[in-house]
């Protein structure tokens, strides 16, 4: 059974940086696009970046993250740089079969998800 698992959140003051990783087993990693998407507590689920190639990212993190992956070990990466405080929720890797999308509901599998809390 397919299953994508998170890994590299954590606490880190403002200003600081961190490396979501995402290992994908049991599908054919290569096959799909990987999204990125994170929920803060009360708030609903919102994107955050996805692609490979060709990349997207939500206006309020672009030029500070950025979405990575490498085929041969199954796992997909969002680096994090100048965090905020406003950037704290749980974060999660989701793969899709389609093209690389902006909709959650368009993706196929989710991982547990990975806290990021930023201090100010």
């Known amino acids: 059974q397919a299953q994508l698992v998170e890994s590299g959140g954590g606490l880190v003051q403002a200003g600081g940086s961190l490396r979501l990783s995402c290992v994908a087993y049991g599908l054919a990693f290569s096959s799909y696009n990987m999204g990125w998407f994170r929920q803060a507590p009360g708030k609903e689920r919102e994107f955050v970046a996805a692609?490979?190639?060709?990349?997207m990212y939500s206006d309020s993190v672009k030029g500070r993250f950025t979405i990575s992956r490498d085929n041969a070990r199954g796992a997909a990466y969002l680096q994090m740089n100048d965090l905020k405080p406003e950037d704290t929720a749980v974060y999660y890797c989701?793969?899709?079969?389609?093209?690389?999308?902006?909709?959650?509901?368009?993706?196929?599998?989710w991982g547990q998800g990975t806290q990021v809390t930023v201090s100010s």
């Open positions: 989701a793969a899709t079969i389609g093209v690389a999308t902006m909709t959650p509901s368009r993706y196929d599998y």
């Open positions: 692609g490979d190639e060709v990349t």
